[in-house]
């Protein structure tokens, strides 16, 4: 606790000291600045879009709303970034929606493994009715939701080729926290290996665990593949990210400041998958060239695994098969 507090006080410090004036001004001609947190780094597809949506905001004021990013998690990352958009030191935050699984039930459904059948599954339900819900509940917690971000789809990679469900029994597997998760490599028969992301590597190279799971720009970007060859397509979740403004810092705005916000956001949205789309291409390229076998499983032996997990879940399942309808 001492330590988060420390983090956030350094925060509030530098961004006092960089900005000089933030969203709270609501003069007509006054200049905004908007502070953005990003725990990835410059060139990550994120990153790169969450500017470009800063260069259309100040392009179609005139330059009198201004966005500056803080990347590479240069002010920390979870707790204290929280602390910060409540004191109204940052305005903008991009975050996983499984951060908010926990409280908001429609995204915990959107965790369950197999829950979408591709990339483009995915956007459908974003795009239409659920998508707009998913945005009403987020504001319910104060966070008014600018885009959704693309972060590909999540397969297993080891040591060994994965080909059906069976083949993970006994493995040790670095998951995301949580319980979906567990219970996840539960049903699988495998060990779930409680790692941070950094961590991965080393667990990897002592054999601390067999494998793990990510999307593919992440599995490159890390190394992983130097020692787990094996990525087998099975494509068992997709957990797309938001680029949201707190609520406190939006009410500041005025309504047409707010509507050119939404609008500039939504782009950057369609910008990012696009980036994502060839960032995704070019890393399985260089994987292939380094040797990385890609294995096309049955996803639907997977699918049918996964019947008991969602019993587990029963207050899940209707708005799991209302997903799973959009075509």
């Known amino acids: 606790m001492m330590r988060k507090t420390v983090l956030l006080l350094l925060v509030i410090s530098l961004l006092v000291l960089?900005?000089?004036?933030?969203?709270?001004?609501?003069?007509?001609?006054?200049?905004?600045?908007?502070?953005?947190?990003?725990?990835?780094?410059?060139?990550?597809?994120?990153?790169?879009?969450?500017?470009?949506?800063?260069?259309?905001?100040?392009?179609?004021?005139?330059?009198?709303?201004?966005?500056?990013?803080?990347?590479?998690?240069?002010?920390?990352d979870g707790k204290v970034i929280e602390d910060a958009m409540a004191e109204g030191v940052i305005d903008i935050d991009r975050e996983g929606i499984d951060r908010y699984a926990s409280q908001?039930?429609?995204?915990?459904?959107?965790?369950?493994?197999?829950?979408?059948?591709?990339?483009?599954?995915?956007?459908?339900?974003?795009?239409?009715?659920?998508?707009?819900?998913?945005?009403?509940?987020?504001k319910d917690k104060d966070k008014v939701v600018l885009a959704f971000y693309d972060s590909g789809m999540r397969s297993f990679y080891a040591m060994k080729p994965i080909m059906k469900p069976e083949d993970l029994n006994g493995m040790q597997l670095r998951v995301l926290s949580g319980d979906v998760f567990e219970n996840m490599l539960g049903i699988l028969q495998a060990q779930s290996v409680a790692l941070g992301y950094n961590d991965i590597y080393p667990a990897l190279q002592v054999g601390k665990i067999t494998g793990a799971?990510?999307?593919?720009?992440?599995?490159?970007?890390?190394?992983?593949?130097?020692?787990?060859?094996?990525?087998?397509?099975?494509?068992?979740?997709?957990i797309p990210e938001i680029l949201f403004i707190s609520k406190q810092s939006w009410d500041k705005l005025s309504p047409d400041d707010q509507k050119l916000l939404a609008e500039c956001g939504a782009e950057a949205g369609q910008y990012e998958r696009k980036l994502w789309d060839d960032f995704t291409k070019k890393g399985m390229d260089e994987l292939q060239k380094q040797g990385v076998q890609f294995i096309k499983p049955d996803k639907a032996a997977f699918t049918n695994a996964?019947?008991?997990?969602?019993?587990?879940?029963?207050?899940?399942v209707p708005i799991i098969k209302e997903i799973q309808a959009v075509q």
């Open 213 to 238: 799971e990510n999307n593919i720009p992440s599995y490159l970007s890390a190394k992983h593949f130097e020692i787990a060859k094996y990525y087998t397509l099975d494509e068992h979740m997709a």
């Open 306 to 316: 996964m019947q008991p997990l969602y019993e587990k879940y029963p207050n899940l």
């Open 18 to 76: 960089i900005s000089g004036c933030g969203s709270s001004d609501k003069e007509k001609n006054a200049t905004i600045i908007l502070k953005a947190n990003d725990v990835h780094t410059d060139d990550y597809p994120t990153t790169q879009s969450t500017k470009y949506m800063g260069k259309l905001l100040e392009e179609r004021s005139n330059g009198r709303i201004k966005l500056q990013i803080y990347s590479d998690g240069q002010l920390g």
């Open 104 to 138: 908001i039930p429609t995204l915990q459904a959107f965790i369950m493994p197999y829950v979408f059948r591709d990339s483009a599954h995915v956007w459908r339900v974003l795009e239409g009715p659920i998508g707009e819900r998913v945005k009403s509940e987020l």
